[in-house]
Antibody, heavy 118, light 109 residues
Framework: QVQLVQSGTEVKKPGASVRVSCKAS????????MQWVRQAPGQGLEWMGW????????KYSQKFQGRVTITTDTSASTAYMELSSLTFEDTAVYYC???????????WGQGTLVTVSS | EIVLTQSPATLSLSPGERATLSCGAS???????LAWYQQRPGLAPRLLIY???TRATGIPDRFSGRGSGTDFTLTISRLEPEDFAVYYC??????????FGGGTKVEIK
């Protein structure tokens, strides 16, 4: 069965960077793009970007352009999301989600809590 | 960027009642590429509907989606206890910028 398993909770200081991993199993990793979505405490879902896992092409939300980098290690069926120059407003749960069809998300990781605290 | 506006923000209903949730887009959603997700507290979102009206695998038929262009609706025909949650719409007609609506919370009256 399809599974996306994300790395664990992170606590970072303002100005630092964080990298979250998302290991896929149960399907051919390079057959589906991967999206990253975040959710601040008590807030809605916010799309961050996606990566074509077959060729590495990426597209980022304008809001995060220049601060986010999404990559993959196809040999490990793992996607990564790195966010730099963290501020308190980056405290959120970060999700990876498999892209299907035109771009909807049919499977989601369990989420990774990133807390930015001094 | 297409902005999605969901209404109402909160819907207070009793089990067994019908829920109607709306999602309005600031521009036409290409190919009716609109999805609905359910999110229960502490859990990841779950895909319910894609392409505006197609139920995802394993989703009960009490959930239905309809709409086109800029106006979309999710209907839950008879609310079950597990349906009380937050619902989000997402458009993917523009892969340049995929966007989510702000969510509708369906709470027990």
């Amino acid at each position: 069965q399809v599974q996306l398993v994300q790395s664990g909770t992170e606590v970072k200081k303002p100005g630092a960077s964080v990298r979250v991993s998302c290991k896929a199993s149960g399907y051919t990793f390079t057959s589906h793009a991967m999206q990253w979505v975040r959710q601040a405490p008590g807030q809605g879902l916010e799309w961050m970007g996606w990566i074509n896992t077959g060729n590495g092409y990426t597209k980022y939300s304008q809001k995060f352009q220049g601060r986010v980098t999404i990559t993959t290690d196809t040999s490990a069926s793992t996607a990564y999301m790195e966010l730099s120059s963290l501020t308190f407003e980056d405290t959120a749960v970060y999700y990876c989600a498999r892209w299907r069809g035109g771009g909807f998300c049919d499977y989601w990781g369990q989420g990774t809590l990133v807390t930015v605290s001094s | 960027e297409i902005v999605l506006t969901q209404s109402p923000a909160t819907l207070s209903l009793s089990p067994g009642e019908r829920a109607t949730l709306s999602c309005g887009a600031s521009q036409r959603v290409s190919s009716n590429y609109l999805a609905w997700y359910q999110q229960r507290p502490g859990l990841a979102p779950r895909l319910l509907i894609y392409d505006a009206s197609t139920r995802a695998t394993g989703i009960p038929d009490r959930f239905s989606g309809r709409g086109s262009g800029t106006d979309f609706t999710l209907t839950i025909s008879r609310l079950e206890p597990e349906d009380f949650a937050v619902y989000y719409c997402q458009q993917y007609g523009s892969s340049v910028a995929l966007t989510f609506g702000g969510g509708t919370k369906v709470e027990i009256k």
